[in-house]
């Protein structure tokens, strides 16, 4: 399997990835993967449960150290300026990452504090954020009692209070019914088109990858087995008409076993049904 490009289209890149590689002992999670993203950009990283997905979200994030390699995300290093990379990006996790005990402004309000947006700025950050993601009128509730999509909008306002260059996305709508989803999107291509912040995002939802990304990279067995634009991908499986759901069954392997580990499945469908 031969991967179309791997570079970027021309312009600004506010990610650049070197052969990065993660281990888990005799596993190799990762392996020597390297690809670049303009600023701006929406790239999907797809790939059956298991591919290293979110391995690659972690180490990009500086939450998993690499065991070789490099990448650098909004100039920064992730094995040197790890501070640096932190204070650039916002991170939404698979699993829920807010308190349901607090209401959704304090839960923002604690992520003002953590990223050290000056006190004077903070009330209105706070504001905005909500007002953005359409939760003006439910800052005051407790998250505990918000709807599967209210939960990922409140996330995604969180992560973006102080602005950062890129957004990582690890399944940002994952166990969220249909209107939900429409709704996440929504406010994730508007965020795009405001502060032209890059998205970087994981789904198994091709139809999203379709609509959304404006290049798509598909891994198999910890490494990219092609990249490229959608139409570039499926003009890649040869003459006739071919959709993404058989680029997706070429590329990312076909294989019974390829559902993941106990623990992915059962922290998807914990998160899932928290959402739900």
């Given at each position: ?107 923002l ?23 953005f ?125 390829s ?18």
């Amino acid at each position: 399997m031969i991967p179309v490009a791997l570079g970027a289209p021309g312009g600004d890149l506010v990610l650049e990835i070197f052969d990065l590689t993660r281990r888990f002992g005799p596993f190799t999670a990762v392996d020597s993967l390297s690809l670049s993203v303009q600023a701006g950009e929406v790239f999907g990283l797809l790939g059956s449960n298991g591919a290293g997905k979110t391995t690659t979200i972690k180490m990009l994030t500086t939450l998993l150290p690499p065991s070789s390699g490099e990448a650098r995300v909004a100039g920064f290093s992730i094995t040197s300026q790890a501070v640096d990379v932190r204070r650039a990006i916002g991170y939404v996790p698979q699993s829920v990452s807010v308190d349901g005990s607090l209401t959704g402004y304090e839960n923002l309000l604690i992520f003002a504090k953590l990223y050290d947006l000056p006190h004077r700025e903070q009330q209105a950050r706070i504001q905005e954020a909500l007002a953005f993601m359409g939760l003006t009128a439910d800052g005051s509730r407790l998250v505990g009692e918000y709807s599967g999509g209210m939960v990922r909008r409140l996330e995604i306002a969180q992560s973006t209070l102080h602005r950062p260059r890129v957004l990582f996305l690890d399944e940002p709508t994952v166990g969220l019914d249909p209107i939900a989803r429409n709704a996440v999107w929504k406010h994730l291509v508007d965020l795009r088109k405001n502060y032209d912040t890059t998205l970087f995002l994981t789904t198994h939802y091709l139809e999203e990858a379709e609509s959304y990304c404006d290049r798509i990279a598909i891994m198999h067995l910890g490494k990219v087995a092609a990249i490229g634009t959608c139409k570039e991908l499926e003009t890649s499986l040869g003459s006739g008409a071919h959709t993404l759901d058989e680029v997706f069954t070429h590329y990312a392997g076909t294989d019974l076993d390829s559902g993941g580990t106990f623990h992915s499945i059962s922290t998807d469908r914990a998160t899932a049904q928290r959402l739900g």
